[in-house]
């Protein structure tokens, strides 16, 4: 399994990005069809937090965000293997990627806060040709696909973290000496590393990370999500993080950290990763994930 991984992977880094996406969409209708966990894990979330509207509409949402997962999923092969020139080529809207590259100039350092949200892949490693970026990451299960994920992704510009306590210092000196730090804001984090906080009407377990980093030297962060287009072109959608996220009390600056993260996702609800378990840990103890759905 290893190796046709890792062949899979190399085949996907050179066939055409559009092609990429459509196989991905295919994808991503066969996993519904199929009718497996993430599907279940899909409409859980959305009946969760959206009760009031339509099981239908779920039931399509669902569907377009497993189609938009398997996208994900075989793009980034293709992204990593981008040139810096041919990945601005496929930029919409510049103009947002040089706002961003502009407060990176001031030498404060920069947080880059992609959510699972149409493609983090790419927000990566666009912005990564201008600045110097470091990202935490989780090698797979399989070793050999872990160490073709990290070179991939070297060669794209990414400085690589542990996630560990290593990794967090790493970030920090990273920011200290006016870098770029790339982290996944929606991830649930290990017990003892978050609080709850608002995400959608419900409460979340939430990453104290992000704020613990930002808050002593007031880095500037953008929450950043990347649209697909037709023909394989992107458009970058930012919003720079306010006041409220460096405030000293943690539960409020992950509670801005949440609303921001919200904000870009009810731009495009159907591109976001619904069949994740952001919800897994609940305050009462309770498993959403166990209930039937319609």
């Given amino acids: 399994m290893d190796a046709l991984a890792v062949m899979l992977l190399r085949l996907f880094s050179r066939t055409p990005l559009p092609f990429n996406h459509w196989l991905g ?16 894990v ?10 009031g509207r339509d099981p239908r509409w779920r039931r399509r949402t669902a569907r377009a965000a497993l189609m938009a997962m398997g996208e994900a999923l ?10 810096p020139a041919a990945l601005r080529a496929r930029l919409d809207n510049p ?4 706002e961003i590259l502009a407060v990176y100039g001031e030498g404060r350092g920069l947080v880059i806060a992609a959510p699972h949200l149409g493609s983090w892949e790419y927000v990566g490693a666009l912005i990564a040709t201008g600045t110097a970026m470091t990202n935490m990451f989780r090698p797979p299960k399989y070793p050999r696909v872990g160490r073709y994920i990290r070179q991939a ?8 973290a542990p996630t560990d306590a290593g990794g967090v210092r790493q970030l920090s000196k990273a920011l200290a000496r006016g870098g770029c730090v790339g982290i996944l804001p929606d991830q649930e984090p290990a017990s003892g590393s978050g ?32 649209e697909r287009l037709p023909g ?12 409220a996220l460096y405030d000293r009390d943690v539960a409020t600056a992950c509670a801005a950290m949440n609303a921001e993260v919200e904000a870009l996702i009810r731009l495009r609800l159907d591109s976001y990763n619904w069949n994740y378990k952001r919800f897994l840990a609940q305050p009462d103890g309770a498993d959403i994930y166990h209930k039937d759905i319609s």
Avoid: I, S
């Fill in 25 to 40: 969409r295919q994808l991503g209708r066969l996993v519904w069809w199929l009718d497996g966990r993430e599907r279940r």
């Fill in 42 to 51: 899909a409409l859980a979330n959305l009946a969760f937090c959206f009760p």
């Fill in 74 to 83: 075989l793009e980034a092969p293709r992204v990593w293997r981008m040139t």
């Fill in 95 to 98: 103009e947002r990627l040089d």
């Fill in 153 to 160: 992704r070297a060669r794209a510009g990414f400085a690589l």
């Fill in 195 to 226: 609080v709850f906080a608002p995400f959608f009407g419900r409460q979340a377990y939430t990453m104290m990370l992000l704020p613990r980093l930002v808050r002593k030297r007031r880095t500037p962060v953008f929450f950043v999500f990347a």
């Fill in 232 to 243: 394989g072109r992107y458009r970058l959608h930012c919003r720079r993080g306010g006041a």
